[in-house]
């Protein structure tokens, strides 16, 4: 067994190196950025698997991939990048790889709460500009926190904010239970949250899960974040409800388009703070997404 390292960037490479077994399969490392589909099938000729940080892999460009069996997906949303089922319909099975960065995303959520109640961007960008911004925000200790989705980044996220007094309020799409949650119906968790953390899988299901009916259940002047998949939130309701107030303020790690345009209406709003699909992105996090994605690997030979 063969693979390839389509897009080894981003100080990826050398972290491989770093976990690297010698009796690992050999892994080719391309240290380029994402592929254009159309070079795909000259590229991964020869391999058994590749490794895909954030190449999109269309199933027709797949399709031309003779010999390719696996892809092995770094992280959880390969269905943003591609369509699992199309490809096992071609026999190449995506395998995804779960609770890598789960304490990594939880701890830059909580960064991302804390960063949008106290205005910290908007002081930051302000100060660098010459002016003296002093910005009034809420004390989180006390308030509600409401998690959409709870899974293993979910728990971190509420261990974390329940040691520093918040209230946390839960909804999950399957039963869960979990000590200091307060599993709610959907209605109660969207009026009930000052905070409300976004932690879904994308799937056809939940793409544009919070369209305009649910932001405007939400209660008025509360904050967002969002460091699970920008496609949860239908982005035009995002815009309307960050405008109007409804949302007082907008965290975000991830986005519909990625990088996000310097153009984008995003940017433009003071009541949004940014940061680039960096949640999962510490060295802890990273070694172990690519030793255990050579695990997988050494597990297909």
Same mark, same amino acid.
């Given at each position: 067994?063969?693979?390839?390292? &389509?897009?080894?960037?981003?100080?990826?490479?050398d972290?491989? +190196?770093?976990v690297?077994? =010698?009796?690992?399969? %050999?892994?080719?490392?391309?240290? @380029?950025?994402?592929?254009p589909?159309?070079?795909? %099938?000259?590229?991964? *000729?020869?391999?058994?698997?590749?490794?895909d940080d954030?190449?999109?892999?269309?199933?027709a460009?797949?399709?031309r991939? #003779?010999? !390719?069996?696996?892809?092995?997906?770094?992280? $959880?949303? #390969?269905?943003?990048?591609m369509? =699992?089922?199309?490809?096992? *319909?071609?026999?190449i099975?995506?395998?995804?790889?779960?609770?890598?960065g789960?304490?990594?995303? *939880?701890?830059? $959520?909580?960064?991302?709460?804390?960063?949008?109640?106290?205005g910290? #961007?908007?002081?930051d960008?302000?100060?660098r500009?010459? @002016?003296?911004?002093r910005t009034?925000?809420p @004390?989180?200790?006390?308030?509600?926190?409401?998690?959409?989705?709870?899974?293993?980044? #979910?728990?971190?996220?509420?261990? &974390?904010?329940?040691?520093?007094?918040?209230?946390?309020?839960?909804?999950?799409? $399957?039963?869960?239970?979990? %000590?200091g949650?307060?599993f709610v119906?959907?209605?109660?968790?969207?009026?009930?949250?000052?905070?409300?953390?976004?932690?879904?899988?994308?799937?056809?299901?939940?793409?544009?899960?919070l369209?305009?009916? +649910?932001?405007?259940? !939400? +209660?008025?002047?509360?904050?967002?974040v969002n460091?699970a998949?920008?496609?949860l939130?239908d982005?035009?309701a &995002?815009?309307?409800?960050?405008?109007?107030? @409804?949302?007082g303020?907008?965290?975000?790690?991830?986005f519909?388009?990625? =990088? &996000? =345009?310097a153009?984008?209406p995003?940017?433009g709003?003071?009541?949004? $703070?940014?940061?680039?699909h960096s949640?999962f992105?510490?060295?802890?996090a990273?070694?172990t997404? !690519?030793r255990?994605?050579?695990?997988?690997?050494?597990?297909?030979?």
């Open positions: 067994m063969k693979g390839l390292f &389509l897009d080894a960037v981003d100080d990826l490479a972290v491989f +190196r770093r690297v077994h =010698p009796d690992d399969p %050999p892994v080719d490392v391309r240290e @380029q950025d994402a592929v589909a159309e070079a795909l %099938p000259a590229l991964l *000729a020869g391999y058994d698997f590749v490794l954030h190449s999109a892999l269309p199933t460009a797949m399709a991939c #003779a010999g !390719l069996r696996h892809v092995i997906f770094l992280g $959880t949303g #390969a269905r943003s990048y369509h =699992p089922e199309e490809l096992a *319909a071609l026999g099975t995506v395998h995804i790889i779960k609770g890598y789960d304490t990594a995303v *939880a701890e830059h $959520t909580i960064a991302l709460m804390f960063a949008a109640a106290r910290i #961007a908007r002081m960008r302000d100060m500009a010459g @002016q003296w911004t009034e925000g @004390q989180l200790t006390g308030k509600t926190l409401g998690l959409l989705g709870f899974g293993g980044i #979910a728990a971190e996220v509420a261990r &974390l904010a329940g040691g520093m007094g918040m209230r946390v309020l839960a909804w999950n799409r $399957t039963t869960r239970s979990a %000590p949650v307060t119906d959907l209605p109660v968790l969207l009026a009930s949250s000052d905070v409300l953390s976004l932690h879904l899988l994308l799937t056809d299901e939940t793409r544009g899960f369209d305009a009916a +649910r932001l405007a259940a !939400l +209660r008025s002047g509360m904050i967002l460091t998949r920008g496609a939130i982005e035009a &995002l815009l309307a409800a960050l405008r109007a107030g @409804q949302i303020h907008a965290a975000l790690d991830v519909d388009t990625e =990088p &996000l =345009p153009a984008h995003l940017v709003l003071a009541n949004v $703070t940014l940061s680039a949640g992105r510490t060295p802890e990273s070694e997404l !690519l255990r994605a050579l695990d997988i690997a050494r597990g297909l030979a």
